[in-house]
């Protein structure tokens, strides 16, 4: 089955730029989902279909996808940023929603 | 205004049965596919189960396949899993998701506050 690969943990401090990284086979083929899940709180989907953001999602939210990696990007880094962030792609072989492990966003 | 309202959730033993509900409003179930997520203490995300907005395909994680049904009932607006023969692994806290266009390849773009099930005797 399709596997997605995220560092476990990222560490930035405010003001700065945190890229957070999803790596699968092929992954440019795919759409890739970015979520963003606060303790106590049901996750939110901050990017979609690799690089579209919602309306509700401030700006310094963004995504790219080439290759065998797809990124998360944040700019200018908030206190208010930190959390667990998941990449997510539908693997059409198998008919699996995939998730990756997650990834903690530490903001210094 | 939308809204997701999972319920059902408990402490059951091992090997016993358990049917989450998920009750929707602000859409109709019938526009769009639905999913179940879950996600074990202090663990990452692990998709369950979902079903197409038109009730005609059903898929399932390998680790619930065989034990665990996805339904709904579009009369009132409501999406169930039955969970039987369940294991002290599946103990997590279960959402559901609608996904954004009833696509397969679409992303979750409203959750539930989930429930908590915990698989112990």
């Known amino acids: 089955s399709y596997v997605l690969t995220q560092p476990p943990s990222v560490s930035v401090a405010p003001g700065q730029t945190a890229r957070i990284t999803c790596g699968g086979n092929?992954?440019?083929?795919?759409?890739v989902h970015w979520y963003q899940q606060k303790p106590g709180q049901a996750p939110v989907v901050v990017v979609y279909?690799?690089?579209v953001r919602p309306s509700e999602i401030p700006e310094r939210f963004s995504g790219s996808n080439s290759g065998n990696t797809a990124t998360l990007t944040i700019s200018r880094v908030e206190a208010g940023d930190e959390a667990d962030y998941f990449c997510q792609v539908w693997d059409s072989s198998s008919d699996h929603w995939v998730f990756g492990g997650g990834t903690k966003l530490t903001v210094l | 205004q939308l809204q997701l309202v999972e319920s059902g959730g408990g402490v059951v033993q091992p090997g016993r049965s358990l049917r989450l509900s998920c009750s929707a409003s602000?859409?109709?179930?019938?526009?769009?596919?639905m999913h179940w997520v879950r996600q074990a203490p202090g663990k990452g995300l692990e998709w369950v189960a979902v079903?197409?907005?038109?009730?005609?395909?059903?898929y399932y994680a390998d680790s619930v396949k065989g034990r665990f049904t996805i339904s709904r009932d579009i009369s009132k607006n409501t999406l169930y899993l039955q969970m039987n023969s369940l294991r002290p692994e599946d103990t997590a806290v279960y959402y559901c998701a609608k996904d954004r266009y009833g696509d397969h390849s679409a992303c979750l773009d409203f959750w539930g506050q989930g429930t908590l099930v915990t698989v112990s005797s």
């Open positions: 092929n992954i440019r083929s795919q759409s």
């Open positions: 079903i197409s907005y038109d009730g005609s395909d059903k």
């Open positions: 279909d690799d690089s």
């Open positions: 602000g859409f109709t179930l019938s526009t769009y596919g």
